[in-house]
């Protein structure tokens, strides 16, 4: 488990800077700190709107706020916190459906035509005790690429650590892909095996 203020030590040692920092909320004083404190937050939601991870997606039921345009069926209101609107899904249905992201005088609005829809969507998840192993290497890298403009000034450097995070970006990705078919492959395999036993 990370700390944000491990993965911000990380990130500077990526590039070479040996500062300790120890706080950046608010910052400690140093420049590494005030720097960290003000990259940090946007590298970590670039790194989470990269990809549907695990630990960082879910599903709600919409609340409906009618009066839908022409064309749709329904008007939902977009939940706090969504940073990736992934899939909608009907009541009774696992099969997606076709949605739309529009902006009114009520907000950011889902329309769709499905009843009762549940949104499956990315959310800023914070908490960086979750991140695995891969996913804090790839935002330590982006930070470092931030990092490395203002502290060293050095454009060979931050290009050298953006590509490092697009590599870990990528693995992270796939692994946390496999995590998923793997509950998939399970949940098929005990299905499976459930018609099996029905027929004998």
């Not at 920092?21 to 590494?32: F, K």
């Not at 995070?165 to 693995?171: A, C, G, Q, V």
Request: a negative charge; proline letters at 4%.
């Amino acid at each position: 488990m990370a700390s944000i203020i491990d993965i911000c030590n990380l990130s500077l040692a990526n590039i070479g800077d040996s500062a300790d920092v120890v706080s950046i909320s608010p910052p400690d004083g140093t420049s590494q700190a005030a720097y960290c404190a003000k990259f940090y937050p946007i590298a970590r939601d670039i790194v989470l709107e990269g990809h549907s991870w695990s630990f960082a997606t879910t599903r709600i039921l919409l609340a409906d706020l009618g009066t839908p345009p022409a064309g749709w069926g329904y008007r939902y209101k977009m939940p706090a916190n969504v940073l990736t609107a992934i899939e909608v899904y009907g009541e009774l249905s696992d099969a997606p459906e076709p949605f739309k992201v529009e902006s009114d005088s009520d907000g950011v609005v889902i329309l769709t035509d499905v009843r009762n829809a549940q949104l499956r969507f990315t959310f800023k998840e914070e908490d960086s005790t979750v991140y695995s192993g891969l996913f804090i290497q790839a935002l330590s890298w982006l930070l470092s690429s931030f990092l490395a403009g203002v502290i060293t000034s050095d454009m060979q450097l931050k290009e050298s650590a953006y590509k490092a995070y697009l590599s870990f970006m990528s693995e992270a990705a796939v692994a946390d892909s496999g995590h998923l078919k793997t509950r998939v492959s399970q949940k098929l395999a005990n299905f499976s095996g459930k018609q099996v036993g029905a027929r004998s």
